[in-house]
């Protein structure tokens, strides 16, 4: 399915391609000018003693089994088994998806669970757990009505069920009606997946023993699909029509051109975007464009601050990536707001990973290589240890606290908490990183005050990517690479700053949260600022040529000016007006080598990924119009007082 967001049932025709049956040829062959040939009659007799033998086809090691499961308010949703041959008292494990159940296990052929399910699924059926996939409701082929990301029951759901309810019937109709199960559930998914599993851990069923969200949707204003503080993003459209506007999702749309900056900025703003796609008449976008700012309706939903107010009394296994191109904030904002209240239960993974790669081998991440299958590893080594201990009564498994992957070293470290740097509550606190005159940066506090300008045009804004930009959603488009593009694109341009430090003369070790601390002006009256914390590798690298000179993203992040005091209510800039915005940058997990340099980009624009900003301020910038979008020179100081980035150095 091209719509869909990578989750453990994505993508199957990679992990099992489909082999035609070869067909027989029942036509005479004509040779070029010839004419047909003649054919005989009667066919050669074959040879009394030839015979044709066929061979014995492999027995199945699964057993596929559907069924509906009756909710509380009598839906009744669509369930796919996945057993292990021969099962007997064996855990299951529940995915709860909007992407089809029914595709999600039949698209192979073959006896083997490979040829059905990812990787990461087959290798857990092949240890004994029984996969079971289901429909949320509305969806495909389950009863029921879909709300994008259904709130909990109350004041933003009157109905008697929610995603949590409906794990639970499920859960209880599965016990008592698997006979091959032993009454012990795992909820697990990957990013939409991985939200319906931790609403499994809200008023869990007795049943319910662990999960294992893997980057899950957790606030999707701060930094997850919807929105990154406050900065909407434009390239979602084509997902909420793919996922809203049809049951089955069968009607997916992508822009066809082959460059969507070309076709988004054509359109103006996010809502005429829309409105061209027919996407202005399904609910979930008008719900989008009725709640611009971080009001109550998306602080209630946001789960990190739900899990703070009801820790999580179920294990559980948090799973993100390091380089996740969708829903890069949930899960250490998630981590950070239970750790020190779920009794110890939690267990917290950063991979090297783009959204969703945990469940396919990841050798590689676009230029960057591993040395191993990091996935693989983390399967074998971290999920089936913890998934045994809590299903099968393993012995417990030996799972630090926190387990991530340091890139740069490529090597896997434990740890007791996460972040190891940051800037208050912690051993070690943040590092500033200043920018100074010459377009440099450096450790050191420079003596001397001074900026740099650049005009910042609607109409002509700073792409995220190279052009032509794809479609994230359109066939042949890279989007899940885009977070470690090469930012020369970017440095070249004019509307860029662009801070560069020395060579480093040793290894600097980032884990952490790196902030931004960026002192600046407008002319105009609202504003979108973009940092970008970037490692320049060498220009001459012997050792892999290709990379010389790479601007490889460490950690990326927009904020709209708008809500730099208050995220839940947008006032003017002043113009002209030097002005402290503070922001957080993703996570990191990162050894810059000696002989790179670092490298801080600003600009005021990255289309179409994020909405353009009108740099005039309007009650709605999903409604501004064209005379709203105005050129403004953006202003950024340095010196004392002046920007710098913290840094979560680790030494």
């Not at 032993?182 to 939200?195: C, D, L, Q």
């Not at 940058?585 to 353009?612: A, E, K």
């Amino acid at each position: 399915m091209i719509f869909r967001k990578i989750s453990l049932t994505a993508a199957l025709a990679l992990a099992a391609p489909l082999v035609a049956p070869a067909q027989e040829n029942l036509q005479p062959a004509v040779q070029p000018g010839g004419d047909i040939p003649r054919v005989s009659p009667r066919p050669p007799a074959r040879p009394p003693q030839q015979r044709i033998v066929q061979p014995a086809p492999a027995p199945t090691q699964y057993a596929r089994r559907e069924a509906t499961i009756a909710m509380r308010d009598g839906a009744r949703l669509y369930t796919v088994l996945i057993l292990p041959r021969n099962a007997a008292n064996a855990p299951i494990l529940l995915e709860r998806t909007p992407y089809s159940a029914a595709k999600s296990t039949a698209r192979g052929v073959g006896p083997w669970p490979e040829n059905i399910l990812t990787p990461a699924y087959a290798e857990l059926v092949r240890a004994g757990f029984i996969v079971a996939i289901q429909d949320v409701r509305g969806k495909h082929r389950s009863e029921g009505d879909y709300v994008m990301n259904r709130p909990l029951r109350g004041p933003l759901n009157p109905t008697p069920v929610d995603h949590s309810t409906d794990a639970w019937d499920s859960i209880d109709w599965l016990v008592k009606n698997v006979p091959e199960s032993n009454r012990k559930v795992a909820t697990i998914g990957a990013s939409y997946e991985g939200f319906t599993a931790l609403m499994s851990l809200i008023d869990p069923h007795p049943a319910l023993r662990a999960a294992v969200p893997i980057n899950p949707m957790v606030d999707v204003w701060k930094g997850d699909d919807w929105f990154h503080n406050g900065a909407f993003r434009q390239e979602m459209v084509a997902y909420v029509y793919s996922q809203t506007a049809a049951r089955t999702s069968d009607d997916s749309w992508f822009p066809g051109s082959k460059d969507n900056y070309a076709t988004a900025l054509r359109y103006g703003s996010a809502s005429e975007y829309a409105r061209a796609m027919g996407v202005d008449r399904l609910p979930f976008w008008r719900r989008l464009t009725r709640h611009p700012n971080y009001d109550h309706h998306w602080q209630a939903q946001a789960l990190d601050r739900m899990f703070a107010r009801r820790p999580p009394t179920v294990p559980m296994l948090l799973v993100g990536g390091l380089w996740d191109q969708e829903d890069i904030y949930g899960t250490p904002a998630l981590f950070d707001a239970v750790k020190r209240v779920d009794g110890g239960r939690t267990r917290f993974v950063l991979g090297p990973w783009h959204h969703g790669q945990v469940v396919f081998p990841a050798l590689s991440l676009g230029p960057l290589h591993w040395g191993s299958d990091t996935a693989r590893w983390f399967r074998q080594t971290l999920l089936l240890p913890f998934l045994k201990q809590h299903l099968k009564d393993g012995p417990p498994a030996d799972i630090a606290r926190v387990t991530a992957f340091e890139a740069g070293t490529n090597q896997w470290r434990r740890f007791d908490d996460w972040p190891q740097a940051c800037a208050a509550g912690c051993p070690t606190g943040l590092t500033p990183l200043h920018l100074a005159g010459e377009r440099a940066l450096d450790f050191d506090a420079p003596r001397a005050a001074g900026s740099d300008s650049y005009v910042s045009d609607p109409a002509d804004p700073v792409p995220y990517r190279a052009r032509p930009n794809l479609s994230p959603w359109a066939p042949g488009s890279t989007w899940r690479l885009w977070l470690v593009d090469d930012q020369r694109f970017a440095s070249a341009r004019q509307d860029v700053l662009t801070y560069t430090s020395a060579p480093l003369t040793a290894p600097l070790k980032l884990a952490g949260t790196p902030l931004a601390n960026l002192v600046a002006s407008t002319t105009g009256s609202d504003s979108d600022w973009v940092v970008k914390l970037i490692d320049v590798y060498p220009a001459s690298y012997p050792r892999n040529p290709g990379m010389a000179g790479y601007q490889l993203p460490i950690a990326m992040e927009v904020m709209r000016g708008r809500f730099r005091d208050d995220p839940a209510q947008p006032t003017r800039i002043p113009p002209r007006v030097p002005v402290t915005y503070r922001f957080a940058l993703p996570t990191v997990n990162y050894v810059v080598q000696p002989g790179h340099r670092l490298m801080v980009q600003i600009q005021s624009s990255w289309f179409p990924l994020y909405d353009r900003n009108p740099q005039s301020f309007v009650p709605n910038i999903f409604f501004a119009q064209s005379d709203d979008y105005q050129r403004a020179t953006q202003r950024v100081f340095f010196g004392p007082g002046g920007t710098w980035i913290g840094l979560p150095i680790v030494r």
